[in-house]
């Protein structure tokens, strides 16, 4: 599976907006892009997931350039309750349900 | 709330003694996954189960074991516990059509080996 790197860590203040960008420079055409966001002392949560050009939910918006091998989450107006690690992940479309986590990327929203 | 409960929430053990983690997945999922969680780090992928059968296994020794049973539950047994095996151990449930299908995390067990 494609191997993803993400910055570390991400400082931002209460209502702005928050983009993080995730490379995956050998993803595969079988290959989704998915993120989870996590809290301390607790697992991981779905967040959005993406094969191609724009998605966007009620939380956030994924951006996946033409060639994928990147991707930018992206978070509206941040609040404090935002504050968490947000992780990456290719999901590949085969017999395999098993998620790949990398060390994610520690968001800090400041008041 | 994802619907997968886990059980106990945290556990004590001593070095060499053996555990039993248990996962009731959410309703209708038929696919069991688990993960464990070492401090500051990204969960690291265990083994998953599908319809009661090992389906796909990541790199942790045979004492590491599992079991699915016909409700879909699930049980981690860690065998001959060793310091580096204290980690917050969490399940996943999927529905069990699509790789790419939503895994609906638990909130773990923190396990702590002294």
């Known amino acids: 599976l494609a191997k993803t790197t993400q910055p570390i860590s991400m400082d931002s203040y209460e209502g702005q907006e928050v983009n993080i960008t995730c490379s995956h420079n050998?993803?595969?055409?079988?290959?989704?892009i998915t993120w989870y966001q996590q809290f301390p002392s607790q697992g991981p949560r779905f967040i959005i997931q993406?094969?191609?050009t724009k998605v966007t939910n009620e939380v956030a918006s994924l951006f996946i350039p033409a060639d994928r091998k990147s991707s930018t989450l992206s978070l509206p107006r941040v609040s404090l309750s935002d504050t968490a690690v947000y992780y990456c992940?290719?999901?590949?479309?085969?017999?395999?349900?098993?998620?790949?986590f990398g060390s994610g990327t520690r968001l800090l929203v400041r008041p | 709330e994802t619907g997968v409960t886990q059980s106990p929430t945290h556990l004590i053990k001593t070095r060499g003694q053996q555990v039993t983690l248990r996962c009731s997945s959410q309703?209708?999922?038929?696919?069991v996954s688990w993960y464990q969680q070492a401090l500051g780090q990204g969960p690291q992928f265990i083994f998953q189960?599908?319809?009661?059968?090992?389906?796909g296994r990541g790199n942790f020794p045979p004492r590491f074991s599992g079991l699915q049973f016909p409700n879909y539950s699930s049980e981690l047994n860690v065998n001959a516990l060793e310091l580096d095996d204290s980690a917050l151990y969490l399940c996943?449930?999927?529905?069990?059509?699509?790789?790419?299908?939503?895994?609906?995390f638990g909130p773990g067990t923190r396990l702590t080996v002294l």
């Open positions: 050998n993803i595969a055409t079988n290959d989704y």
């Open positions: 309703s209708g999922h038929n696919t």
């Open positions: 996943a449930s999927t529905l069990g059509g699509v790789p790419t299908d939503t895994q609906y």
């Open positions: 992940l290719v999901v590949r479309m085969d017999s395999s349900y098993k998620l790949i």
């Open positions: 993406g094969y191609k």
């Open positions: 189960y599908y319809r009661e059968e090992e389906n």
